[in-house]
């Protein structure tokens, strides 16, 4: 079991973690909800004892992440948001440095290759350069590196970011998998990329934490209000989103982000089975525009 206590982070005067507490059991997938900003990352960071808390503690049974940090991170697979990947190195050899690191050798390191390998369906690209492979192999090769030495706990940082429908499946039946022998905690800012994954959601907002339960319970609890979406638009322009709007008038936009070869477009609507139809109709009938 894991537990967090009171735990608090400041930066300066930024309060990106504000006194929160949750506990983990065994056997549980946990989905850590948030905005970009909520204080994710910074808890899952403290949590893997990669920065400090300014307050409260993680105990990891009768151990705390402050006092026992080495022993725990022995226990501990992390995959952070920026999949931390050696584009130059082959798959095999990247997993092999990774083992060394955690002391596994020789035939212990086939076995534990060859389960890690299965278990990521990395075979197509054990011996490929990481840098020659796609966004959906590079977060398998992320995750095999946080599986190599079979850990009793897998944190995992934006797990299906960046990925595609397909591959975004694939990804949550190893999780859903991995869950039923691990505890996993998985955080994202999408609703959608977890609710089909996790046993549980916790949800995080500026800092403090607002909501905890089944995906069902929140979900019900939530029922007649708004769901935010986040859509990308390549080469949009004013007239695309005046389009949108006219087309469904139900939906409120909250902000618009233009980068280089495409538009980031947050709108809010309707939380009930027709506003879900009717976006979903509208983001397949125009093919420049990806749901996430």
């Known amino acids: 079991m894991i537990k967090v206590d009171n735990l608090s982070k400041n930066y300066d005067d930024v309060k990106a973690v504000k006194s929160i507490s949750f506990e983990l059991q065994d056997g549980q997938v946990v989905g850590f909800l ?69 002391g596994i050798h020789s035939n212990d390191f086939k076995n534990a290759f ?64 991995l869950g039923k022998e691990k505890i996993v905690l998985m955080s994202s800012h999408i609703l959608q990329e977890i609710q089909a994954t996790v046993d549980r959601i916790i949800i995080i907002n500026e800092g403090s934490i607002v909501a905890d339960g089944s995906s069902e319970s929140l979900l019900k609890d939530s029922a007649g209000g708004k769901v935010e979406l986040s859509i990308d638009v390549s080469n949009a322009n004013e007239n695309d989103i005046k389009d949108m709007k006219a087309t469904i008038p139900s939906i409120d936009i909250d902000s618009i982000t233009k980068n280089d070869s495409y538009t980031n477009i947050n709108i809010e609507y309707s939380n009930n089975k027709d506003g879900w139809i009717i976006m979903l109709k509208y983001c397949s009938k125009r093919r420049q525009i990806f749901c996430a």
Do not use: W
């Open 34 to 102: 948030g905005a970009n900003g909520a204080g994710k990352s910074t808890t899952l960071k403290i949590m893997t004892g990669y920065i400090s808390p300014s307050s409260g503690n993680v105990y990891y049974g009768n151990r705390n992440i402050q006092d026992d940090t080495s022993d725990i991170q022995k226990d501990i697979g992390y995959l952070p948001e920026l999949n931390p990947l050696y584009s130059e190195m082959r798959v095999h050899d990247y997993l092999k440095f990774i083992s060394d690191i955690r």
């Open 114 to 177: 060859q389960k890690v390998v299965e278990e990521c369906s990395l075979n197509a690209v054990a011996h490929r350069t990481i840098g020659n492979c796609s966004k959906g192999y590079k977060q398998r090769i992320g995750l095999a590196a946080a599986m190599i030495h079979d850990p009793k706990i897998l944190i995992l940082d934006e797990p299906v970011t960046g990925l595609d429908p397909n591959q975004i499946v694939e990804i949550r039946q190893l999780i859903k998998k």
